[in-house]
T-cell receptor, first 114, second 117 residues
């Protein structure tokens, strides 16, 4: 298996532009997570899905952020409009159902908003 | 909500020596999991070791071991025979055993480990 795939690996954009980050989870995994990593706040959960349904989006910072999972093999995190404070590394992770199973992380997308 | 605290922003160790990274957490749950993740400059999050709260025995993975003190809510990572490749950010993480949590990870702020020759 190729693991969790994220694209792009790096994104540089200007303030006010729309940004879309993409994630392909490991095949068969039931849960998908989006995390954000910044120097100030560390790694924080933004949202997670179970069987393609958003369960907890309380970590989404504001309405400019939205996430979707149209099918079991694809998820997007969109920021519109983007702001410089959104600059961070965004990780996607997935796991199987069940208490014991491990969470697998993608390589992350480094977003820079100028 | 559970909080995870790593009080050492940076640590340094000489090659072949032993180093211990500290982590404390706060929870009212009795059943949970604790993890140490390694993040090298490549950014990839790598699972180093995990501990189930219901297990009294401390987890061990080769040169990596933990000291899990449930009553004290402490979970430290010991790296023996440190190698240059161990240099990285290390994150302590908590996960509830309750399915209502979605099994999301709650991370500490991390400890940057420098390994000197």
């Amino acid at each position: 298996d190729a693991g969790v795939i994220q694209s792009p690996r790096h994104e540089v954009t200007e303030m006010g532009q729309e940004v879309t980050l993409r994630c392909k989870p490991i095949s068969g995994h039931d849960y998908l997570f989006w995390y954000r990593q910044t120097m100030m706040r560390g790694l924080e959960l933004l949202i997670y899905f179970n069987n393609n349904v958003p369960i907890d989006d309380s970590g989404m910072p504001e309405d400019r952020f939205s996430a979707k999972m149209p099918n079991a093999s694809f998820s997007t995190l969109k920021i519109q409009p983007s702001e410089p404070r959104d600059s961070a590394v965004y990780f996607c992770a997935s796991r199987w159902q069940g208490e014991y199973n491990e969470q697998f992380f993608g390589p992350g997308t480094r977003l820079t908003v100028l | 909500a559970q909080t995870v605290t790593q009080s050492q922003p940076e640590m340094s160790v000489q090659e072949a020596e032993t180093v211990t990274l500290s982590c404390t957490y706060d929870t009212s749950e009795s059943d949970y999991y604790l993890f140490w993740y390694k993040q090298p400059p490549s950014r990839q999050m790598i699972l180093v070791i995990r501990q189930e709260a219901y297990k009294q025995q401390n987890a061990t993975e080769n040169r990596f071991s933990v000291n899990f003190q449930k009553a004290a809510k402490s979970f430290s990572l010991k790296i023996s025979d440190s190698q240059l490749g161990d240099a990285a950010m290390y994150f302590c993480a908590y996960r509830s055993a309750d399915s209502n949590s979605g099994y999301a990870l709650n991370f500490g702020k991390g400890t940057s480990l420098l390994v000197t020759p």
